[in-house]
């Protein structure tokens, strides 16, 4: 998802950026007006076309659904300053883990990378509240936690990991 | 633009101008620092780290803030008389405000990030006292104060001018019979619609302000955390694109002098600064989509709040300024040039910045070093460029435009700088590599420093325009 969110991004920025630097290449030079009137309403017509398809096909299916089956496994993470503590070591691979994150003092963010140092999701820890995150494993091995919300000076140091198993 | 060409309080602006500029300038240094510091090039310890980080944020933000006031006022200035009192309160609160955050960060130890985000001030973990996290809310507040006394200066004369708020915001001409030719120009109706949101939200980050000082000394007045949140990304996030819509207001006034064309308040342009009025303000629940606690509506809406306010700007702001380039007569110097970047880059961010304001994408992309790739480059290629550009037009020699070999340097090296500064985030975002780390693990620093040496750039080529600015003032005062 994160290199196909860079190119989307890249490509398009690099698109803005070159009708700046057209316009600016233009000035100056001699143009038959163009329709600009007409021009704008097909540009707010076409973002708005655009802005409808994907955000439906972006919500259709809710990010955060968590299920409500008695099939999955629970996990409870609580953040301190600075280190965080699971009441599971190790989860299985193919079953859907719902993460219940607490906090016992600050808001932190609780984020999972893969052994490939990839972010596989994240959610907050904040204070009276817990927050709910849903993921079923595909890779087995080790995987660690990284605080993802500016806590004090401990933060960087903010990490724990726990193993996804198959089972 | 105006029949009446008047010059208000521009020493006092001049003045805010290069203060604004060297702060810029330090503060952009102890951006190189932290990057420099991530990259493994120095050494700084985290406890120092976390405090030139909450300077950094702090700095920033507020320096754009001033420079989109600074420019608002000279041009709003145009059309109606101001008081200058005003100014200079509002400058003097803004200026106690800095010798308050700085003095709590740099001798009280204050390392809570400029979001202040609640409790973590309050909780330390030693690492400083209560005093010093008052002291930083105390200088917020009489930076807020300083805002709310300009603002109410700028929105009573504008009230009672241009027939209220409504016809301030050209609403006869947008949603009625009103004729072009009738509506207020470009300048007053963005100073009122900025005036309008920034007012409300500087107003519920003082709530949230006293609140949080309040449970400094009385921990058993406890806030709700996540209420408390809300509060404060309405705020911080009001109050940052505010400094945008300020400094675009350079733009409409100053870009027509150099084209030729008159910038004027068209149907289109009025809707659209009345749908930014709306957006900026209910676009805020982006910054909360992992707060899966959040009602499901809030962060929904945050999500396609963000992607309409990518219309406002890119089908109004930049598509009219594209066509006012094509074409015209268009002379380049350094202040329309960096004022034609300044839109640029605010277009060009606005990507980044919509794609992360998807959930599923925010899910991967938030608090990672994405963030700060795209509200760098509103920042460095949008707003301070803008910045950066009226201080050059200030001081400009009247009918004399030119790009001398040392502007064309300047800009290029501020460019290419900023563009693979920025860059570079947005890279180690996608290599999940998280914001706000004092240390970095081995295998995130070749983008570090990479990203360190865009940075130098960056910093040379603000040295540049900060250096000319003061030396052409000069010139001109003598």
Redesign the interface.
Known sequence: ???M??T???V??AV??L??VA??R??????A??N?DR??TF??YG??IV?VV??AG??RQ???AISSSTETVQVNATGY??YWELDKEEVPIGKSVIFNVHTK???H?L?V?DPN????????A????????EYIFSEPGKHQI????????????MTSEFNVVAK | MSDTKLAPQSGAIKLTMLLAGVVFLLMMLLGLVMRAAQGGLIEVD??LF?QI?TAHGAGMVGTAALTGAAILWYFVGRYVPLVAGIYWAFLGLFLLGVVLILGSIFIGGF???W?F????PA???G?WQVTAAAGFFLGYIAIGVGFLLFYLEIGRKLISTYGGISGALAWPLAFGNGKVEDAPPPTIVAAMATTVFNTIGIVVGAAVLVCSLVNLYFPSFVV???LA?NMIFFFGHVFINASIYMAVIAVYEIIPEY?GRPWKTSR?FAIAWSLVLLFVMAVYPHH?M????MP?WA??MG??VS??S??PL???T??S???Y??????RWDLASSLL?LG??GW??G???AI?DG????N??????QWVPGHFHIYLILGEVAMAFGFMAWLVKEANKVELSNLDRAGLTIYILGGAGFT?MF??S????V?R????HLE?WMLQDQIATGFGALVVLGALIFVVRYVHVSGDTTN
């Open positions: 998802m994160q290199m969110v860079l989307v991004s890249l398009l920025m803005v950026a009708i700046f316009a600016v233009s000035a100056g030079i001699e143009q007006p163009a600009t021009n704008r540009l707010i973002m708005l802005g994907v955000t972006s919500l809710w990010p955060h300053q600075w003092d600050a808001t963010g984020g990378i140092g990839r972010l596989l999701f994240q959610t907050q904040m204070p009276g509240y817990v927050n709910q995150v990284l605080c993802m919300e500016f806590c004090g000076i401990g933060h960087h140091d | 985290p406890t976390y980080l390392g809570g990030g979001t985000l609640y409790p973590l909780m330390s973990g690492a709700d955390a996540l949140k084209t289109v909360m992992q707060d899966t606690v499901a962060l929904v999500q396609i992607y309409l990518g219309i890119l089908a109004v930049a598509f300024l594209c066509v380039l094509r074409g015209s007569k268009m034609v839109v640029a277009s060009v606005s990507v980044p794609l998807m959930i599923s994408v899910k991967v992309m938030h608090n990672t860059i947005l890279i975002s996608a290599l999940s998280p706000r780390w004092a240390v295998q």
